[in-house]
């Protein structure tokens, strides 16, 4: 994270007398059409689908830290680095206990399957048990503080596991580039590239895991929200989390747990992302899908689980159509995708305060 | 000092007295590079001195970075708004140089004055930052600090659009001074060759009083009378001026009647609102004050690095460090932030770099020959584990240095000091001094 601000950057953009000059060396996509806006059916399908696969992405990230926001009033820091952690025990998983599976032709492919289907809920656990140890250690220890030290805290913790990250896997891999070898052990349908036939249209297997995913995890916490006595706590802590606790509920029990289930659904989320393109599993992918997952939570309003999801819609469809539009016509910047995420939470905060969905308070700090 | 005169000098001790620590650090700043030439100077790298005391070009960037943490805790620690955004104007005030410089604006060209472009750089962030807190202000807490982060983060990619991944380089002179008066100015920045080193004993009358005083018995064996002050030094030493001159703007307003009322805001908004006082307008000139000081940070970074990139407007390198810097060196006090920066940069240089070796090593090399290569575990040696552990990792023990403050030590080191010392530091080591020597 510490940037050596001692040393000149590489690579020399000289001024011009007239202005700065667009550099070429940030990749500008070249154009496939400079004629008038065209939008067709095809094109706004194609965002579409692309928008839910995003969407799904966002959603599988902050789920988490919307459960730990509104529960606890929280904004963990430690997200992103915590969904790396998970992106890398996966990937651990997949490849250590992957090559045996892949070598045998016969079960081959649904051997490859299951085992992926194994590995990310084992992540799950894992970094479950690993976000009840932090909150145990180091979070419960600041409840009678201000929200800040809490967020303070979590930042903290992000930058430890960041670094800790970074040397452990620096003793095998490179820890700045993407693990090539975990992205080969996984299953056929999320690999770049191969495309599965839905009602005509050739859709990519990438982004069908992510939407079913994405679902599945909006489902499951809305069920385990309100159909499960320990979501009702949950659900009850979140308005009011004294009141909660004269009723005879441990609310320090289920904040907890509840850390726990979001640091777990980050672990899931980070082992998924490896063969997210948008994201190359190296020690920095938390820091960048962390700040989606803010946006995506605050956007949707502090408290409810709604918010996020619709959030993420609202947010992965924006986005993608900010890319469609960018490599498209040339004179818009590339940097619009990632441009429109924070002009919408800027809009948002400008036009309603809390969120999308949100209550004005919470827990009765 | 006769008893006849005593309302005349009164004033003069009372100051001296209030200032007391000011003077010390400040004194103590200055002298450091002649301390750090004496004791480490020549020596090979593997010195004790080495290891322990901050190079003086670790120094200068803490100067500027201490500017900019001390304008983040201006808002953040004396209002309590966290702002995430301030990589923004730190960003702006490097950019605002180094394109004035290039004459991008328009406007100015290659032999525009420093100070000129400083003042303006402030003038402009402190309108970017009032405009951007009449949107932000409606918001508290989170939403705001994520607000300031949106905003950042908008910007950041606004440059990165301009800029690309490359920097913006502009080498050239840099004239620090009162502007447009040519003998009163002193150049600034990593030198050429062709610039010569002031040497001390040249100055008129500073030079004679120097030969004099280094000449007595017992000065000439600590002191060489013929001190040449490096250009590297001068360019510190102009540094700090510029940092000094910015803490004690800050530290007037903070300990003015509107900084009382940034302190109540802090405090308690809804009481201070009850009183009478409108927050909104506070916070915002607050905020604008803070976003022009940061900006300063950024036009004395332009200035001696003569290149900038897309990186000093980075949110999370940037303002995290800022947050960094601040809890460790005690946010809510203003000095804290820059001892802070300088913990934190310490220990990047005592660990090294990535891949480099790193001062810790090749001081145990030095000092304890063979230690080193000794092997220890799975065909490693100390070294290769002091390599993997320690090299370019001086973030992860900031970063449990970091968790053990918000923990343990919510002051921070200043702010520890402080509960010590029973008030800040400024008036209680005076009054400890004064019940001394009665």
Do not use: C
Request: aromatic residues 10%; proline residues 3%; without cysteine.
């Amino acid at each position: 994270m510490s940037v050596a601000l001692g040393a000149t950057p590489t690579g020399v953009v000289e001024a011009s007398l007239s202005g700065l000059v667009q550099a070429s060396s940030s990749g500008l996509v070249q154009a496939t059409s400079t004629g008038p806006l065209q939008i067709t059916p095809a094109a706004l399908l194609e965002v579409l689908i692309e928008g839910l696969g995003t969407a799904g992405v966002y959603v599988m990230i902050a789920s988490g830290l919307s459960l730990i926001f509104g529960l606890m009033g929280v904004l963990n820091f430690a997200h992103g680095a915590l969904t790396t952690v998970g992106g890398y025990v996966g990937g651990a998983v997949l490849v250590l206990v992957g090559g045996a599976v892949i070598a045998d032709a016969a079960t081959g492919s649904i051997g490859v399957l299951a085992l992926w289907i194994v590995a990310i809920v084992a992540t799950g656990l894992l970094l479950a048990l690993l976000g009840a140890i932090i909150e145990v250690g180091l979070v419960r220890q600041l409840y009678d503080r201000p929200p800040i030290d809490q967020i303070l805290l979590t930042f903290g913790v992000a930058l430890v596991i960041q670094q800790l990250l970074r040397i452990v896997v620096g003793l095998y891999e490179d820890p700045d580039r993407h693990w090539t070898a975990a992205e080969a052990a996984g299953p056929w349908i999320v690999q770049q590239g191969n495309e599965i036939e839905v009602l005509g249209l050739a859709i990519q297997g990438i982004r069908l895991m992510e939407m079913a995913l994405g679902a599945l995890v909006v489902v499951g916490v809305w069920a385990f929200l309100t159909r499960t006595r320990y979501g009702l706590y949950i659900r009850a802590g979140s308005e009011d989390a004294e009141m909660a606790q004269a009723l005879g509920i441990d609310v320090r029990q289920v904040f907890t747990v509840v850390f726990g289930i979001g640091i777990g659904l980050a672990g899931m989320a980070g082992t998924f992302l490896i063969w997210e393109k948008t994201y190359d599993l190296t020690v920095l992918m938390g820091a960048q899908a962390l700040l989606p997952a803010f946006i995506v939570v605050v956007v949707g309003g502090l408290g409810t689980f709604k918010g996020t999801v619709v959030a993420s819609v609202v947010a992965g469809i924006f986005t993608e159509a900010g890319v469609f539009l960018s490599t498209n016509y040339e004179s818009l910047p590339t940097q619009l995708p990632s441009m429109l995420i924070f002009l919408l939470l800027v809009a948002v905060l400008i036009v309603k305060p809390q969120g999308l969905f949100g209550q004005a308070e919470v827990g009765g700090h | 000092m006769t008893a006849a005169a005593p309302s005349r000098l009164a004033w003069v001790r009372q100051y001296l007295r209030d200032h007391l620590i000011h003077i010390l650090v400040i004194g103590a700043l200055a002298l450091y590079p002649g301390v750090y030439y004496h004791l480490a100077a020549g020596a090979e790298s593997t010195g004790f001195w080495v290891l322990v005391l901050p190079g003086i070009d670790t120094m200068r960037a803490v100067m500027w970075l201490g500017v900019f943490a001390m304008s983040f805790d201006f808002i953040s620690g004396y209002t309590g708004y966290l702002s995430f955004g301030h990589s923004l104007f730190f960003g702006t005030g490097v950019f605002f140089v180094l394109g004035a410089r290039a004459s991008a604006w328009g406007v100015f060209g290659e032999g525009t004055p420093f100070m000129l472009l400083l003042v303006l750089a402030m003038g402009l962030t402190f309108l970017m930052a009032f405009l951007l807190g009449l949107v932000a202000f409606r918001l508290t807490g989170v939403y705001f600090a994520m607000i300031t982060l949106g905003f950042a983060e908008i910007g950041k990619l606004i440059v990165e659009g301009y800029i690309g991944d490359s920097g913006l380089q502009m080498p050239g002179e840099y004239l620090f001074g009162v502007p447009f008066v040519e003998s009163l100015q002193l150049k600034f920045g990593n030198f050429n060759n062709g610039d010569a080193a002031i040497h001390l004993h040249d100055v008129p009358i500073l030079g004679d009083v120097l030969g004099i005083v280094g000449n007595l018995p017992l000065v000439s064996s600590v002191l060489d009378p013929q001190i040449t002050i490096p250009t590297t030094v001068t360019a510190y030493f102009l540094l700090g001026l510029v940092a000094i001159l910015a803490y004690f703007s800050m530290q007037r307003i903070v300990h003015s009647p509107f900084g009382r009322v940034m302190i109540a805001i802090r405090e308690n908004e809804e009481r201070a609102k009850a009183i009478g006082y409108n927050t909104f307008w506070y916070k915002n000139v607050a905020f604008a004050f803070s976003g022009a000081f940061a900006a300063v940070g950024g036009a004395m970074l332009a200035a001696q690095q003569k290149a900038g990139g897309v990186v000093h407007f980075d949110v999370i390198t940037m303002a995290g460090d800022a947050l960094i810097a601040t809890i460790i060196g005690g946010m809510g006090t203003l000095a804290g932030p820059l001892f802070g920066f300088l913990f934190d940069r310490n220990l990047g240089e005592i660990f090294g770099a990535t891949g480099g070796s790193s001062e810790l090593v090749s001081f145990l090399e030095g000092t304890f020959p063979g230690l080193v290569e000794t092997g220890v575990a799975f065909g490693m040696t100390v070294g290769d584990y002091l390599g993997t552990v320690m090299s370019g990792h001086a973030q992860l023990y900031i970063g449990v240095v970091f968790v053990v403050f918000v923990l343990y030590v919510p002051g921070g080191f200043l702010g520890l000091l402080r509960a010590r010392a029973g008030g800040p530091l400024a008036k209680a080591v005076p009054a400890w001094l004064s019940r001394r020597l009665r």
